[in-house]
């Protein structure tokens, strides 16, 4: 009996054993880790327990669930950008508010940066969980008041130049040696920022073009105020400690002569790298990838310019360094300044540096496609040679992949690749340009907004030249107001777009955006191609009735506003449209009320004009206001107006005095002439 019971328990234990593995193993299976379990675990004897190996834990980002959240929506077309969400009261509705809002939370934000950095003892106590260290205030003044090496040492991580300077000065006076590497360090602190302190709201002195290229602002800004070019000073104070130094060190070369590439003394930096290379010292790669940026800078003839290139790669391979991606994209932007073989010489180096295993960033892309369409802009640019096979061996290279920043010149890819489509009319390029930018983060690379602002139109404005009238409604729609802002120039488009297939029916709703834009108000071309475009066909009366309420809204933007609103001034041309749109839909009162305002504000009637108001009068039988025609048209002096009074006499049934002004006007009429 005992031995029937133990079989029993047994057996019943093997099974549940063997149950218990089976749901070890589903379970596993489930989480994706059966080749874990398997590569881990070793073959085991018949009968003996498997071992359990638990895999390893997947270290997540800190922001992947934010990442995986927001993956799950697309963006909303009717919504305004994301940093105005918080602040119903700040989203804008047009491009100024646009402008104005971003600027003025940018100010608020260096606003508060300054209060928190000036009065730091007001906010030491650090609410964040966890620790936020850019929310906490800056140590912006020196702790160490005494004249030493650790004082220096602290003036140079605040990046206070001048009193860096001084303290050097005042070691050296009182005889206390600087040790080297404090003294390199003043030194990259002097040349980084040209001699200077940096300012808390830098406005640099050159501005970089859409192509990356840096261009010399002129000597006074839009307000008229004198602006001060950063250069490299003769004498100044890197060169003057440089002198002063009685040991150097390759990093004391090298920091000086990245400085006067950067603030333009570009024959100062060959010299002094001549002087390395007979002292025998080695020359890091930064230092070969400034001198490579400022060698197009020391030649004149193109050949010259990439023969010095070239002598650098040779130098810099003598020296056993390796080139990096900052190396090539120099080589592939300063081949831009080397004339035509300068193209050539751009498709080599990008060969080159796919055949070291460096993979090229968006900059590199970018100086290729400089090189090549470099000459298509301009007043004289011509577009009839230019081919945009380059561009689209570019896009083979560069669609379906998301790219990281590891260039400064990295955001100016998209915006010129989307230049150049708009320029060579390539519409299939632009809708692939505009699929590489939704791809990951490729986002990030159009830049400040006006590079933003400067992409979206272009591309809005490619499209309503190419496409028909409803795909432009739609991209009108997907990116209007979430993503851009478009200017008067780009609602002419969509109004030539409208134009162009027939379809002037949608002028009201595009007018309502005109407004909601603030537009009406500011663009008098634009408000007058709309009433131009609804006064120049003949349409069904739902269509004339409805160009006569939008005719009658763009009345309110014309004349005298509120205080402080700015208005459009009358022209002949808009009051004499909105006058034919009125009559067009049969508001024969409202037309007729237009007509005063030409006198008022000193404008002439076209002389079709009159016609038109005319055979209004007369298909009403009204003979008064016909008579009344002919005496606005004597009292302009127009040339019509014995026409007009012979019109009347021969088709309006007329009393004695209508007949006797008549006559008088027409004899009036013929003195003139």
């Known amino acids: 009996m005992a031995a029937l019971c133990g079989g029993v328990v047994g057996s019943s234990f093997c099974r549940n054993h063997q149950l218990f593995r ?13 080749h874990v379990a398997a590569q881990h675990t070793a073959p085991s004897e018949t009968g003996s327990a498997q071992e359990i190996i638990i895999p390893r834990k997947k270290k997540w980002n800190e922001e992947a669930v934010l990442q995986a959240l927001a993956s799950t ?117 002097i040349c980084f920022y040209g001699d200077q302190d940096p300012q808390q709201e830098e406005t640099p002195d050159q501005e970089k073009s859409e192509d990356g290229e840096e261009q010399e602002l002129p000597p006074k800004s839009r307000r008229g105020r004198s602006r001060k070019l950063e250069v490299w000073r003769k004498d100044n104070n890197a060169e003057r400690i440089f002198n002063l130094m009685a040991e150097r060190s390759e990093r004391s070369y090298s920091a000086l002569i990245r400085g006067m590439v950067k603030y333009g003394a570009q024959l100062k930096a060959f010299d002094l790298y001549a002087d390395m290379l007979n002292n025998r010292m080695s020359v890091d790669v930064n230092t070969f990838n400034a001198l490579i940026i400022a060698a197009p800078e020391v030649r004149q003839k193109y050949n010259e310019k990439w023969e010095l290139i070239v002598e650098i790669l040779k130098q810099m391979k003598e020296q056993g360094m390796r080139p990096s991606l900052l190396t090539f994209n120099a080589v592939l932007k300063s081949s831009r300044r080397c004339g035509p073989a300068g193209r050539m010489q751009a498709l080599q180096t990008l060969s080159e540096m796919k055949a070291v295993g460096i993979e090229p960033s968006l900059a590199s892309y970018n100086h290729i496609l400089a090189a090549f369409y470099r000459t298509v802009f301009g ?75 400067h992409y979206y139109g272009r591309f809005f404005h490619l499209i309503c030249m190419m496409e028909t009238v409803d795909t432009v409604l739609l991209w009108y729609r997907d990116l209007v107001p979430s993503l851009f802002y478009p200017n008067s120039g780009a609602m002419r488009d969509v109004l030539q ?49 409805s160009f006569a309420e939008c005719a009658l809204e763009v009345k309110a933007t014309y ?25 067009a839909a049969g508001r024969t009162k409202q037309a007729w009320d237009m007509l005063p305002l030409f006198k008022a504000n000193n404008r002439v009637p076209a002389e079709k004009l009159l016609d038109d108001f005319l055979s209004s009068a007369m298909l009403r039988g009204d003979p008064q206001r016909a008579v009344t025609l002919v005496q606005l048209s004597a009292s302009f002096s127009l040339p019509a107006t014995a026409r007009l009074a012979q019109r009347v006499q021969q088709e309006c049934e007329l009393n004695e005095e209508h007949k006797t002004l008549l006559v008088e006007l027409e004899a009036l009429s013929h003195d003139k002439d």
């Open 497 to 545: 777009a409208l134009d162009t297939d027939n379809r002037l029916d949608l002028i009201p709703e595009i007018w309502k955006d005109i407004k909601r834009l603030g537009l009406s108000n500011k663009a008098g071309d634009l408000v007058e191609e709309v009433l131009s475009l609804m006064a120049r066909d003949k349409h069904s009366p739902e269509v004339h009735e």
């Open 22 to 34: 089976l749901l070890h193993k589903s379970f596993i299976g489930r989480l994706g880790c059966n």
């Open 73 to 189: 929506v697309n963006r909303d077309p009717t919504a305004s950008h994301y940093r105005f969400q918080d602040d119903a009261f700040l989203t804008p509705k047009t491009s100024s508010e646009f402008k104005l809002f971003s600027q003025s939370q940018e100010a608020g934000k260096n606003a508060a940066e300054y209060v928190v950095n000036t009065y730091p003892k007001y906010f030491t106590k650090d609410y964040a969980e966890p620790h936020v260290p850019c929310l906490m205030p800056d140590t912006l003044k020196p702790q160490v008041s005494d004249v030493s090496e650790g004082a220096l040492k602290e003036l140079i991580q605040l990046r206070k130049v001048r009193q860096a300077v001084s303290m050097y000065d005042q070691l050296l006076q009182a005889g206390t040696a600087v040790s080297l590497e404090m003294t390199n360090d003043l030194l990259d602190l």
């Open 559 to 583: 004349g005298s506003g509120e205080q402080g609103q700015v208005t459009l001034d009358w022209t002949a041309s808009a009051l004499g449209n909105i006058a034919s749109i009125l009559l």
């Open 379 to 453: 007043p004289s640019a011509s577009f009839s040679n230019v081919s945009s096979d380059i561009l689209h061996k570019v896009m083979d290279e560069v669609s379906g992949k998301s790219f990281i920043a590891r260039d400064p010149d990295d955001v100016h890819f998209f915006n010129y690749g989307m230049k150049i489509c708009c320029s060579l009319k390539d519409l299939g390029l632009a809708y692939r340009l505009h699929q590489l930018l939704g791809v990951g983060d490729n986002w990030r690379f159009l830049g400040s907004p006006s590079q933003e602002a």
